[in-house]
Nanobody, 121 residues
Framework: QVQLVESGGGLVQPGGSLRLSCAAS????????MGWYRQAVGEQRELVAA???????NYADSVKGRFTVARDNAKNTVLLQMNSLKPEDTAVYFC???????????????WGQGTQVTVSS
């Protein structure tokens, strides 16, 4: 069993900051891609910021310069520092990871349960 557990969401005023954290636990042999997606009401889930399988980082244009993704491979965690938050950043934020549970397994997509981020005055 593999679990991704997010924390750090909440309500913040425009211009404020939040830090999201995601920890992967369970039967993990290896993790490649890992990062954050979000889904606003009535919208499709979209990439926010993530490490690709090659290790490079990808950011949505709308968050470049404001959000920073960081990773601790030893702890199987990924963080999202969100600064200068805007009302349009309001969404449920999901952690994602590509994980192998053993050397004989294949890469599989895993998702966290999501954490709500609301930016409002």
């Amino acid at each position: 069993q593999v679990q991704l557990v997010e924390s750090g969401g909440g309500l913040v005023q425009p211009g404020g900051s939040l830090r999201l954290s995601c920890a992967a636990s369970g039967s993990i042999f290896s993790i490649t891609a890992m990062g954050w997606y979000r889904q606003a009401v009535g919208e499709q889930r979209e990439l926010v910021a993530a490490f690709s399988r090659s290790g490079s980082t990808n950011y949505a244009d709308s968050v470049k310069g404001r959000f920073t993704v960081a990773r601790d491979n030893a702890k199987n965690t990924v963080l999202l520092q969100m600064n200068s938050l805007k009302p349009e950043d309001t969404a449920v934020y999901f952690c994602h990871a590509d994980i192998m549970t053993s050397r004989y397994d294949r890469w599989r997509d895993y998702w966290g349960q999501g954490t709500q981020v609301t930016v409002s005055s």
